[in-house]
């Protein structure tokens, strides 16, 4: 699919910028990081995509973007194509741009402090050693953004923490992982529609395998 910068893409008014979200998901760009654990956030906005109809067909501010709309408020969705460890340079280029208050932005990633399948919503902190989160603290002069944190679990043995974040998920893992991006994407719409507060009732439980049958 050819990508393309579209003309038409104009600053928000003030006005509108209240009722306009901008979910960012973390990742590396390239066909050899696409399953990577390292790779959820890109994993999770794909999946909002999916949701909403929507296609990434456009390089914004150097990354892929879409955006739709969902209850009303307009949402943004974007893919830094950055790597990593600069995601801020692309995530204050699009905040700054869209002039949005940075309580309307919602950061997902990977975390390994959590374990897999485990969902964490926040609406502010420090990076917590991740780079591409301190990127874009750096980028934003600030921690009061939200981030959703998508456990992947600790790495196995002595293996290095590198090394693992840039595996695949394993097969075994398929079927798990389609319910957890599920999951973390119901997360991410009640984000946008009630706000951070209700997301993280809902979603920062212990017991979050029973949320998906309620």
């Known amino acids: 699919m050819k990508l393309?910068?579209?003309?038409?893409?104009?600053?928000?008014?003030?006005?509108?910028?209240a009722q306009t979200f901008l979910i960012v998901g973390l990742g590396n760009p390239g066909k050899q990081y696409r399953h990577n654990r390292h790779n959820i956030g890109f994993m999770l906005v794909d999946k909002l995509a999916e949701r909403l109809g929507l296609t990434f067909s456009r390089v914004q501010h150097k990354a892929l973007v879409t955006d739709g709309r969902h209850q009303g408020k307009k949402i943004i969705l974007a893919k830094p194509q950055t790597f990593m460890n600069n995601s801020g340079q692309s995530v204050g280029a699009l905040v700054r741009f869209y002039k949005l208050p940075v309580t309307n932005l919602l950061v997902a990633y990977d975390d390994v402090d959590l374990p897999f399948e485990t969902i964490r919503m926040k609406p502010s902190g420090g990076s917590s050693g991740q780079k591409g989160m301190k990127s874009i603290i750096?980028?934003?002069s600030t921690e009061e953004f939200s981030r959703l944190r998508l456990g992947i679990d600790r790495p196995p043995g002595r293996m290095s923490t590198p090394s693992y974040v840039l595996q695949n998920f394993s097969k075994a893992h398929a079927e798990d992982l389609a319910i957890f991006l599920e999951r973390a994407a119901d997360a991410a719409l009640m984000f946008i529609t009630e706000g951070i507060e209700p997301a993280m009732t809902r979603y920062n439980r212990s017991d979050q395998q029973t949320v998906i049958n309620e």
């Open 4 to 17: 393309f910068r579209r003309k038409k893409d104009q600053p928000i008014k003030s006005d509108d910028a």
């Open 138 to 140: 750096q980028q934003l």
